[in-house]
């Protein structure tokens, strides 16, 4: 997938297939979009192409009211590619390109500017200056084929970045997983720690997350991408306050491996809440906390 940073180093006698959006999490709602400009893209012997803005809109408008990303760029990029998108146009969002009359954004930039032959819209898109532009508007201000695609249902609701981040923010990572259809990645360097694991014969990876959006405090089943295998193991998030409160951060330790993995950049797959964070009377006491930990995410990874 080729990556255009702005509309204006896009060439427009490409002449693509269009979806639009900011694609948080591409989820499986996102997935159906895509699936559908590819559809109708190679019918029409174009290429398909994602157009989404960084930062996000929200982030610009409600500064104070933006919630976290679900992931960052470069990973909604990844995915993307993964689903067979041929190009991303990621437009930088500022106040001035925010106040653009919707007539105006669809016929200077959408058929203008970037030369869209057909836009596939889901289901609750809106754009533009006070979100004013709509489906309709679209077919009223182009004359080209605007479809929209429907929204995927699950337990009764549209899935949304919304309700992936409300799921993940209460700790149903299994939850937001069927959402997202796969589990929510949070990604870190391994740094040194106190090698406190290790003396408990439980050695970890001692990483400090950099993905914004974290689930609440406590004990994970995850798999760690390395190597291109999917490791099993169990995650501790929070400040470990049996020895003492220390900063924020997860500790994975791999189920049956060994190795080094210092300054390492791992992706780590929440798979399933195991329970919160606790104190515990001593080491003894975690130990065996541990060792139930450790058989509960053996069962669940499975």
């Known amino acids: 997938m080729q990556v255009h940073r702005g509309s204006a180093s896009w060439n427009p006698s490409l002449q693509p297939v269009l979806t639009i959006g900011n694609f948080d999490g591409v989820h499986r709602g996102h997935r159906a979009l895509v699936a559908r400009t590819r559809e109708i893209a190679a019918a029409r012997g174009a290429p398909a192409c994602v157009y989404t803005f960084d930062p996000a809109p929200v982030q610009v408008l409600r500064p104070d009211k933006a919630p976290p990303r679900v992931q960052s760029l470069d990973d909604k990029l990844a995915l993307l590619a993964g689903l067979g998108i041929d190009h991303a146009i990621v437009e930088p969002f500022d106040r001035t390109f925010a106040r653009q009359e919707p007539a105006d954004f669809a016929r200077g930039v959408l058929a203008g500017r970037l030369g869209a032959q057909a836009l596939v819209l889901g289901w609750d898109f809106r754009f533009g200056r006070g979100r004013g532009g709509t489906v309709e508007g679209m077919r009223e201000w182009l004359d080209i084929p605007v479809l929209q695609v429907e929204a995927i249902v699950e337990d009764g609701a549209p899935i949304s970045s919304t309700r992936i981040r409300a799921l993940i923010a209460e700790g149903a990572v299994a939850g937001a997983a069927r959402l997202l259809g796969r589990s929510h990645l949070l990604r870190g360097t391994v740094v040194h720690g106190q090698a406190r694991g290790r003396t408990l014969g439980f050695p970890t990876a001692n990483i400090s997350p950099t993905t914004a959006l974290l689930p609440p405090y406590g004990v994970y089943a995850v798999r760690v991408e390395r190597d291109g295998a999917r490791l099993p193991g169990v995650a501790n998030l929070g400040r470990r306050p049996t020895f003492g409160p220390r900063d924020e951060g997860l500790e994975v330790h791999l189920i ?33 906390q ?13």
């Open 256 to 288: 049956d491996w060994s190795g080094d993995l210092y300054g390492e950049d791992l992706a780590v797959e929440l798979v399933a809440r195991i329970r919160g964070e606790h104190s515990f009377d001593g080491p003894e006491a975690l130990v065996r």
């Open 290 to 302: 541990i060792r139930a930990d450790v058989a509960t995410a053996r069962e669940l990874l499975a």
